[in-house]
């Protein structure tokens, strides 16, 4: 007769295999039921940052944006470096309608960002919208140098360039 050998799953491992399960009722569009998971995930293992970027990720999509906030918060506390907690802090920020602190939040942590596309990405797009095209302009080309498939870095860069453009040609350059 085999002997059957039990093995109890670490905290880091369930909540990996929460989290899987998460990701599926996401894809099913079962968010209530992936949010449970998610907040299962969390509590086995604080420091799984998928499960915590994907849980503020669909928080936001619910339009939870306090419950996005608290758990964003939760993770950087954790994780203060962690680029893509940032990146997701300033998009917080921005469906808030806090353009500028947005904007203030990235640039504070540009040693960070730099060499992620998506934070640049989002950083030249802030500048943008807080009327400074020359500004988003080299970011927008980093970005897209690291990432030639980066369709918002070409399409922001294409904007910036044209609205770099017209700000000379007001100022008579």
Do not use: C
């Amino acid at each position: 007769m085999p002997i059957k050998i039990q093995h109890k799953l670490s905290a880091a491992q369930k909540a990996e295999a929460l989290f899987q399960e998460s990701l599926i009722l996401v894809e099913q569009e079962q968010y209530e039921e992936a949010e449970k998971l998610l907040k299962q995930s969390l509590a086995a293992w604080p420091l799984h940052h998928l499960a915590r970027e994907t849980s503020v990720k669909l928080k936001l999509r619910l339009g939870k944006l306090l419950e996005a906030e608290q758990q964003l918060d939760a993770g950087l506390m954790h994780a203060q470096r962690h680029v893509p907690f940032i990146v997701l802090k300033a998009r917080l920020l921005m469906e808030e309608k806090k353009t500028k602190q947005a904007l203030a939040f990235l640039v504070s942590r540009a040693a960070l960002g730099n060499s992620d596309s998506e934070y640049l990405s989002l950083t030249a797009t802030l500048y943008q919208e807080t009327g400074q095209p020359a500004r988003a302009i080299p970011l927008y080309q980093q970005a897209v140098k690291m990432q030639t498939h980066n369709w918002r870095g070409q399409m922001g860069l294409a904007i910036a360039l044209e609205e770099g453009m017209h700000t000379l040609k007001q100022d008579g350059m």
